[in-house]
């Protein structure tokens, strides 16, 4: 398939449309700029770009926190922490072998973000799972290469 403009477009509108806020507590969003000095960006997906398994290999994405300190710009100074692991292994949808957070090296990995948590003004918390982490219907390539 042919990707166009028009293809993007409404990819971009689906996306828009998708999101959705559970609640805005104290009319927080949208955010003001000048509020905060340093925000803190955590999380397990927010320093890679994570499409999933059914969008191929488009070679190009912005992360969470790439966008983050993008739209801030200068004037703020963006934190980031992991927070933990997912999966060990690399999110690859490809891959047969998925490899778990570790338990004991996830503590550490929290500890160090709520370091850089109580540092911030704001907390931007990226969540959910990985490429490796939602595979429904997945069986192992060795078995649907041998058909």
Known sequence: MRKTVEHQRLALQAAHEAIILLKNQGNLLPLEKSKYQRIAVIGPNAADVHLG?????????????????????????????????????????????????????????????????????????????NEQSSREAWAKKSSWRSR
Do not use: M
Request: one cysteine or more; glycine letters at 12%.
């Open 53 to 129: 398994g059914y969008s191929n290999k488009p070679g190009r994405g912005v992360s969470v926190l790439d966008g983050i300190k993008a739209e801030l710009g200068p004037g703020s100074q963006v934190l980031y922490a992991e927070g933990c692991k997912i999966t060990e292994s690399l999110p690859d949808w490809d891959a047969d072998k998925v490899v778990l957070g570790d338990a004991t090296l996830n503590l550490k990995r929290i500890d160090e973000a709520t370091k850089v948590a109580k540092k911030a003004d704001l907390v931007i918390l990226i969540l959910g799972g």
